[in-house]
């Protein structure tokens, strides 16, 4: 049944791009530099173009989407569904191909643009990070609307490209979109372009059945996208694709954002806590002695959630 | 056929006369499709897809019915321990629920048991059968949904007489040893017409009610008045299904959080571990099943003992060990999306329009109040003041949890 799926071929990509100027414009400030050393954002980009034309040449009824994941706003790029409905079909290939590139960039540097005019007001630490929940939120919305689409629809998957580091306040919207793609059956791809390891995308990858991946040499970049993210889903079956080597599964605590791996939790509202704590400072609830089995001692407490 | 004819025809004359003078040739329930005429009203879109024609109106009632469901904001008890009984006695082997009351209570609580935990990832769930007058465990109290299901399908078969207080009791005696912040319920799913007790019932249900179990009872024969004071008195909910389809609604009504009440479980900070998954492909010892593993498993960060699966406790320190994407799951509950507003499509300058054309989430155009092409409503996120279509309205509010526009601002 599964050698006879016709759908099985054709994707629905949705790339999620790093773009955020703090990280790739980190190392010419060298203060918290976190992009690699030589490997600059007009290189990446490079590499993603000329893998965007390998999926449409992979199979032509590849469907491709772009989203740039930026330091103060997200925004789509590129859409291949749109593209077709607009231009005219007869179009050369090679034009169209240009086409691709061209939309992109051109699209880019608005977002850049904008990103810019946005750093010049506020120039703050939270720049460090990109907005990984609001690209991943977006990308599942689109999903859906692919989804309800007349079937067979494309089997849609995720790919971020990401190079900075987590950002703890973000940690909430992730695991929720995260969640959510796991029940739409959606996998999270993960390929990670910075210095360090991302705990939220290998919890992803984990969760989502999805390829986790950060490439030792990211000058060849184009190599590990083409080898391992360009096959569809079901030819990833027959393929030894890298495994995950151990997942960080840890929490992080609401009172310092710190990572534990033993830690105090609230009965009422699952909020963690490095210390022991008389009450919780997310539902004020007043926690009883415990080991302490004594249900009468819980009448007098104020118990909503607020 | 003849004596029957003479013993009906006058009562149908004297029912039905005054139909039969309106419209003799039309069943009264042939009108209500004849002058309706519903399927006039639906057209098909490009893709075949039927729609019906007032895509607006059919929007803003599905929004008001799912603000409706969600009610005021409550306290919900996420940490829960429930014992599900089944009543395997001989009532359960009549068939007038395919295959038999049986199978349909075990396919039920299959599905139960699976979104139970996906609903809520950090309590427990055991499994008890009456048969015979007997209460049994079949399964203790575990988070593992595989092992419940397992059981279950293994001890199919039904016999004797079915018996509600020694259920009750043999549920009290497990649940009375849970740690204090946990919510105590037993989910009855009953067969019988009847219980046949070894004491006083209601003595059982004092107790029930003393150690603060809710008891939820779902029948599938007829409303039996001591379900129904159990339910009553111990704060449950009790219920009677009418087909498979309604059974399967009314168990897995269970599977949310109930609504947690003062005194049923004591707010406290439960010490947990957070252990890391190991790499793939090293080989370890397993302290759950004492066996030889290969790959994956998780480490207890107190005692670096190895164990197969989460949530569970550590077999050797006893610490509470989950993942941290088990908490993640509830957070929700604590941080929900504010509910988007319908922006009167008509009101709108045509310039901020043409800013705010494309949906935010999903880019399919919005309606605007020049073309009539695109149906439905148009929402508005209070907090990010983004637009939205009314698809992924639902799924953001239902499923994702988050609001993708508030999401990609700097907080």
């Not at chain 1, 490209?161 to 909430?172: K, M, V």
């Not at chain 2, 129904?228 to 009418?242: E, F, M, N, P, R």
Request: contains cysteine; aromatic residues 8%; glycine residues 6%.
């Amino acid at each position: 049944m599964d050698a006879l799926n016709a759908t099985d071929d054709i994707s629905q990509v949705v790339i999620l791009l790093e773009a955020n100027p703090y990280f790739w414009g980190g190392r010419s400030n060298g203060a918290h530099s976190t992009g690699p050393a030589n490997f600059t954002f007009d290189r990446f980009l490079e590499h993603v173009l000329l893998f965007i034309n390998s999926l449409h040449l992979l199979n032509q009824a590849n469907r491709i989407v772009v989203i740039a994941t930026g330091a103060t706003s997200c925004a789509y790029l590129y859409d291949s569904n749109a593209a077709e409905l607009s231009e005219n079909a007869r179009t050369a290939r090679v034009s169209k191909k240009l086409s691709v590139v061209e939309k992109i960039t051109q699209k880019l540097e608005d977002f850049m643009s904008k990103e810019a005019v946005y750093d010049l007001n506020q120039g703050t630490e939270d720049n460090r990070y990109s907005l990984l929940s609001g690209s991943l939120s977006m990308a599942l919305c689109y999903i859906q609307r692919i989804l309800r689409g007349p079937s067979p629809h494309p089997l849609p998957r995720i790919l971020c490209l990401q190079g900075t580091p987590d950002a703890p306040p973000q940690y909430i919207a992730v695991m929720n979109a995260i969640f959510s793609a796991q029940r739409s059956l959606v996998p999270i791809d993960a390929c990670i372009v910075g210095n360090h390891h991302s705990a939220f995308l290998q919890q992803a990858t984990h969760i989502t059945g999805g390829i986790y991946m950060k490439p030792p040499a990211p000058e060849g970049l184009f190599e590990y996208l083409s080898m391992v993210f360009a096959t569809d889903l079901y030819s990833r079956k027959f393929l030894q694709l890298p495994r995950a080597s151990g997942v960080d599964f840890r929490a992080s605590c609401f009172c310092h954002k710190k990572s534990i791996d033993m830690g105090f939790v609230c009965s009422v509202c699952l909020s963690i806590f490095c210390k022991g704590q008389r009450t919780c400072t997310t539902c004020n609830a007043i926690f009883a002695p415990s080991k302490q089995p004594n249900p009468a001692a819980a009448a007098a407490q104020k118990r909503k959630v607020s | 056929m003849g004596p029957e004819e003479d013993g009906t025809n006058p009562m149908d004359e004297d029912g039905d006369g005054d139909a039969e003078e309106q419209g003799r040739d039309m069943e009264a329930w042939e009108k209500a499709y004849a002058e309706d005429r519903s399927w006039e009203a639906l057209t098909e879109d490009a893709s075949g897809l039927l729609l019906a024609v007032d895509v607006t109106q059919q929007q803003r009632q599905h929004r008001r019915r799912f603000a409706a469901s969600k009610g005021p904001r409550i306290q919900r008890g996420i940490i829960r321990y429930v014992f599900v009984v089944c009543d395997f006695s001989r009532a359960a082997a009549e068939a007038d629920f395919k295959p038999s009351r049986m199978g349909a209570v075990a396919n039920c609580v299959e599905a139960f048991v699976r979104e139970f935990f996906d609903q809520n990832p950090l309590s427990h769930l055991g499994l008890i059968t009456i048969r015979n007058g007997v209460a049994r465990r079949l399964t203790d109290l575990s988070g593992s949904p595989e092992a419940h299901i397992r059981a279950l399908r293994a001890n199919l078969e039904c016999s004797g007489d079915a018996s509600i207080q020694n259920a009750i009791d043999l549920a009290r005696g497990y649940l009375s040893s849970i740690p204090s912040y946990g919510h105590r319920e037993v989910v009855i799913l009953y067969s019988a017409l009847s219980t046949c007790d070894p004491g006083d019932i209601m003595d059982s249900i004092a107790e029930c009610k003393k150690a603060n179990i809710r008891c939820s009872v779902v029948g599938l024969s007829a409303e039996i008045y001591i379900c129904k004071t159990l339910c009553d008195k111990t704060g449950g909910v009790y219920s009677v299904a009418i087909s498979e389809s309604h059974l399967k609604e009314l168990v897995l009504e269970h599977a949310p959080p109930p609504p947690a009440v003062a005194e049923s479980a004591v707010a406290s900070l439960v010490r947990m571990g957070f252990p890391q998954r190991g790499a793939e492909g090293t080989v370890a010892l397993c302290a759950c099943h004492r066996e030889v593993k290969l790959g994956g498993g998780y480490t207890c960060p107190r005692c670096k003992a190895r164990v197969c699966e989460l949530p569970t406790e550590c077999h050797i320190c006893g610490l509470t060990l989950v993942s941290s994407p088990h908490l993640a799951r509830s957070y929700h509950h604590l941080f929900p999306v504010p509910g988007f507003e319908e922006v009167s499509v008509q009101l709108q300058s045509m310039g901020k329009f043409d800013v705010l054309r494309l949906c935010y989430g999903c880019q399919q155009e919005l309606p605007t109040a020049g073309s009539k092409a695109i149906a439905g409503v148009r929402l508005e996120c209070p907090r990010c003041k983004q637009h939205f279509c009314f698809d992924c309205d639902v799924y953001i509010h239902e499923s994702l949890h988050n609001c993708p526009g508030c999401e990609s601002l700097v907080k």
